[in-house]
Each structure stands twice: as structure tokens, then as C-alpha cells.
């Protein structure tokens, strides 16, 4: 199973950004989708996951501001950034629960897209 997240840049505070990540591979289905940051100098943190029935939960600093969404059908999380800040600078990771095709499960992380808000 591979990952491949997209998306990243650099934006305004202010601004907005769209990050995917597809899986592609032996799946035979998917459970929980998320994403995670981690920003130079601090641990990685959880910032949105989506379960497979599509609730959500969000890390407080971006409550209202970022929404994550999934196609199911593409194997695809989105994480929809709005209202940019700098504090929101850093390295965000998907992470993708799989059913393999061939029995077991595991999760997956993508490669890891950089978010740079500055103006």
C-alpha cells in the first residue's frame, strides 16, 4: 500500500490550502483517515481524522478553520485549510488505517507535504 499526499506550499497568513492523499495498492478497505503535523522542533501531532462512517474530530487550534473530508470511492483524504496562520507552519503526514487484500491491517503514512505560512 502506498500513500501519496499532495497539495502543500507556501500561503499567506490568511490564505487557504487543499492537501490530499490517495492510497493506492492492496486494499480491500479503509477505516480511519487523518492527518497529522509536526512542525520543526515539536512532536508530531494530530490535527483531523475522519472514521470510516465519516464523523469527524478536530484538534482544538483548528476548530473551524479545517475541515477533512474522504472519497471512498478514490481512496483519498482531504484536508481543507482555511483562515491560514503562521503557527500552522510544519510538515503534515496522512495516515491511512487499511484492511489489506490479504488479510491483516495496518496503518500507513504518507511521505509528508511541507505547509509554510508567512507573508
Known amino acids: 500500500v502506498q500513500l501519496q499526499a499532495s497539495g502543500g506550499g507556501l500561503v499567506q497568513p490568511g490564505g487557504s490550502l487543499r492537501l490530499s492523499c490517495a492510497a493506492s495498492g492492496s486494499i480491500h478497505s479503509i477505516n480511519t483517515m487523518a492527518w497529522y503535523r509536526q512542525a520543526p522542533g515539536k512532536q508530531r501531532e494530530l490535527v483531523a481524522t475522519i472514521f470510516s462512517g465519516g464523523s469527524t474530530r478536530y484538534e482544538d487550534s483548528v476548530k473551524g478553520r479545517f475541515t477533512i473530508s474522504r472519497d471512498n470511492t478514490k481512496n483519498t483524504v482531504y484536508l481543507q485549510m482555511n483562515s491560514l496562520k503562521p503557527e500552522d507552519t510544519a510538515v503534515y503526514y496522512c495516515?491511512?488505517?487499511?484492511?489489506?487484500?490479504?488479510?491483516?491491517?495496518?496503518?500507513?503514512w504518507g511521505q509528508g507535504t511541507q505547509v509554510t505560512v508567512s507573508s
Open positions: 495516515n491511512v488505517d487499511v484492511n489489506v487484500i490479504y488479510g491483516g491491517r495496518r496503518a500507513y
